[in-house]
């Protein structure tokens, strides 16, 4: 079982959020701590559907305590023994440097911090896992910081640093052809990347320009160009039905258009994406995927056995 879409900042656990953020309140002398679970609980899980603004507030909580080398650590070395723990013998971890530069510290020592986190979680797990680490650029944020992303990536090649991921808002305001300088200088490095898009001209355009995976794809199943354009490039489409539903971009987990993919022959492949963050798992992904929406097991079968022949960290 293999899982090609851990967000980071989305699967951090919950007891380790509230203790960063004892300490953190301690080290500013404020005299606040979070004495129950429940209340770090109710600031980072989304138990039912929410607006783009409560999951950003939800995300944002979580960034506040991992703006430091130790917490940074600490996190991917958690990350690492849970996936793990739940079997998994492959999975990517999503990270977005420059998400966690705001109190100093620079994106290689971000990549550094996780780096080793990474590395001393492997080093304590009881069976093979291999763990590849994508670095994130955003849509909404500066050229000159995405560049400094896929620069940083180059220079860590030969480490478990695999890819390039292109996330961030997809509400038609940061159209994928405006990143075409960044997607170019990504291929010219040869490195395999993905992105986050639901837009039909997105994945057109995504497909057209090398990309190997697109996570979700939501409102370009109605496209004929577009399933042409998955299917003729092989481009493997990463989806999350709990993530879709609990962000509002479905209307049940069963109205995700997984199957409908899947019945027109493109490659498809259940991930957990934020997995705390939306109280999911890889497991949980496939059940749902097999068991809700009924795509065929011949088809997630065929998805996931491309996703390992083509996955990032060879």
Do not use: W
């Amino acid at each position: 079982m293999i899982e090609v879409n851990c967000k980071f900042i989305g699967s951090c656990r919950v007891k380790t959020i509230a203790e960063l953020y004892n300490q953190y309140y301690n080290a500013v002398g404020i005299p606040l701590e979070f004495d129950k679970l429940e209340e770090v609980r109710e600031k980072i899980i989304v138990s039912a559907p929410v607006e783009e603004e409560e999951l950003q507030e939800k995300e944002e909580f979580v960034l506040k305590v991992l703006q430091n080398a130790v917490s940074l650590e600490r996190v991917a070395y958690e990350l690492v023994l849970d996936l793990a723990n739940e079997g998994l013998t492959y999975a990517e971890i999503n990270l977005i440097p420059s998400l966690h530069t705001r109190k100093g510290l620079s994106q290689r020592e971000v990549v550094d911090a996780v780096l080793c986190g990474i590395g001393r979680g492997l080093g304590q797990v009881e069976h093979s896992i291999k763990i590849g680490l994508v670095l994130g650029i955003l849509r909404q944020e500066d050229k000159e910081v995405n560049h400094e992303t896929i620069l940083l990536a180059n220079r860590y090649k030969g480490t478990c640093v695999c890819g390039l991921r292109i996330s961030g808002t997809d509400d038609g305001s940061y159209p994928l052809f405006l990143f075409g300088e960044e997607i170019n200088l990504i291929r010219s490095m040869r490195f395999s990347y993905a992105v986050d898009a639901d837009d039909e001209m997105d994945v057109i355009y995504a497909c057209d320009n090398g990309a190997q995976r697109i996570f979700q794809g939501l409102h370009a199943s109605l496209s004929k160009q577009a399933i042409h354009a998955l299917r003729t490039h092989n481009v493997i489409l990463e989806c999350s039905a709990k993530a879709s539903y609990l962000t509002k971009k479905i209307r049940s987990l069963s109205s995700h258009p997984m199957r409908t993919y899947a019945e027109n022959n493109v490659l498809v492949i259940p991930c957990s994406y934020a997995r705390t963050t939306f109280g999911t798992n890889t497991k949980e992904e496939l059940f749902d995927a097999s068991h809700i929406l009924a795509v065929p097991y011949q088809c997630l079968s065929k998805g996931i056995e491309m996703a390992e022949k083509l996955s990032f960290h060879k």
